[in-house]
């Protein structure tokens, strides 16, 4: 792990205990609604989550799947193992960190994560490794928060962004859409209920 990488995994850590309440009232009003609208799509004998953190997605689970789940914060994962244990969630959750995936090429029918890519220190060696591991014909899904396409709004953004990474760990002016383009998927698709900053991405391998 980069020393970057390090320093980001630090203030997850940090975060853990208290990141299901920090988010909860946009979780309720908004980020919910949208992981299901997500997860509704995920498919296929063999399903990874990236980014798994606290296990905010495991309600959304398909029965029908095998489903592994990694994350590169150990406080993060402690905490989701004990929902998956609380809830008896059939995953299978490693500690593992999404720029250095230990899989075999072609592993997974489906690769899925939401709001991973704003912390993650290198995103497009990231992606490229989703894209590694994704079967042929198979598919990537994305839920992200990305840069505004307003001007005023995205220079507030940036200007305001070092700030934010360095107490959250997280990155506000992302441009995730462009750095899944950079990858050689077959079709990407763009989700009619995305907004200016927040992206639904169904890209196809």
């Known amino acids: 792990m980069t020393a970057n990488s390090n320093r980001i995994r630090q203030r997850y850590d940090r975060l853990a205990p208290y990141f299901d309440s920090l988010e909860g009232v946009l979780e309720g009003l908004l980020f919910r609604r949208l992981r299901k609208k ?19 997605n495991f309600a959304f689970y398909p029965d029908d799947a095998r489903m592994t789940g990694i994350d590169f914060s150990p406080r993060m994962l402690e905490i989701a193992q004990r929902k998956q ?5 059939a995953v299978d959750l490693t500690l593992m960190d999404v720029q250095s995936l230990d899989y075999a090429d ?3 029918d489906t690769v899925i ?3 991973v890519f704003c912390s993650v220190p290198k995103p497009r060696k990231g992606l490229k490794e989703l894209y590694r591991v ?5 598919q990537v899904l994305l839920l992200e928060h990305v840069l505004s396409s307003n001007k005023i709004l995205a220079t507030l953004m940036n200007l305001f962004n070092p ?3 360095n107490t959250l760990g997280a990155n506000i002016n992302r441009q ?30």
Do not use: Y
């Open 38 to 56: 997500l997860w509704v799509q995920a498919a296929g004998a063999h399903i990874l989550e990236v980014g798994v953190g606290t296990g905010k």
């Open 85 to 89: 244990q609380r809830k008896q969630i």
């Open 106 to 108: 072609n592993s997974f």
């Open 113 to 115: 994560g939401s709001f």
């Open 134 to 138: 994704c079967k042929p014909g198979g």
């Open 163 to 165: 700030l934010v990474v």
């Open 176 to 205: 995730t859409l462009k750095n899944v383009q950079a990858c050689p998927f077959q079709k990407i698709f763009i989700d009619p209920a995305s907004s200016d900053m927040i992206k639904l991405i169904r890209a196809i391998k």
